[in-house]
Every structure is written in C-alpha cells, then in structure tokens.
Nanobody
Framework: QVQLVESGGGLVQAGDSLRLSCAAS????????VGWFRQAPGREREFVSA????????TYADSVKGRFTISRDNAKNTVYLQMDSLKPEDTAVYYC???????????????????WGQGIQVTVSS
C-alpha cells in the first residue's frame, strides 16, 4: 500500500509558477501510474494530469495543456507537477493519486485511483 503526501502549494499571482510534489512511501512506487486532480469550492474534483509508471507517457486536461508539466523520479518516489502561467481559475485544492491497475491508457477517472494524498491548496490571485 502506498501513502502520498503533497507539498509545494501556496499563494501566487497570475502568471507565476509553482511546482507541486507528491512524495510516496511504501514499496514499489514504480508500479503505480500517478494522477493529479483538483477541486475548487463548490465544484467536482477534476482531472488535471497523469503519468505512466515509467514516466514515458503523460496526459493533460485541455485547460492546463501547454502550461503544466508532469514528471516523476522513481528513484526518489516522487511525482512533480510544474505549473506555469498560472491563472485565477487554477485556484483549487490539488490532490495526487495512485492507480495500481494495469491499463491500456492512463485513466482520467478519479474512481480508478485507489490511493490519495491529503491535498494541498493552490491560490492564484488576479
């Protein structure tokens, strides 16, 4: 079983950058695909990005494509989300999640992720 802890959130201005980290504890982290999701007040939790076990395949929501970059370092048991050109609409609690199942494509469905971090706040002011 893997445990996930997010870090790197905070308050920034529009146009700034942040890098979120998702540190995992537990065995065999490289066997999990990892996704980032976010939830703004009053809204459903939505998919942001995901990365395959080896890191060679990534996918992004249209709303962040070209601005966010997901990566991972399996030697450090960590997944990163580099967020550039931040907008006020990026304000949300960001969660990382791990998917242990073998799938043909990376999942964007939060129901397929069995392990979740506690979440971290990102606030972008205009």
């Amino acid at each position: 079983q893997v445990q996930l802890v997010e870090s790197g959130g905070g308050l920034v201005q529009a146009g700034d950058s942040l890098r979120l980290s998702c540190a995992a504890s537990g065995p065999l982290f490289s066997r999990y695909a990892v996704g980032w999701f976010r939830q703004a007040p009053g809204r459903e939790r939505e998919f942001v990005s995901a990365i395959s076990r080896s890191g060679d395949i990534t996918t992004y929501a249209d709303s962040v494509k070209g601005r966010f970059t997901i990566s991972r370092d399996n030697a450090k048991n960590t997944v990163y989300l580099q967020m550039d050109s931040l907008k006020p609409e990026d304000t949300a609690v960001y969660y990382c999640a791990a998917d242990q199942r073998t799938r043909a494509v990376l999942s964007r469905n939060k129901e397929n992720y069995g392990y979740w971090g506690q979440g971290i706040q990102v606030t972008v002011s205009s």
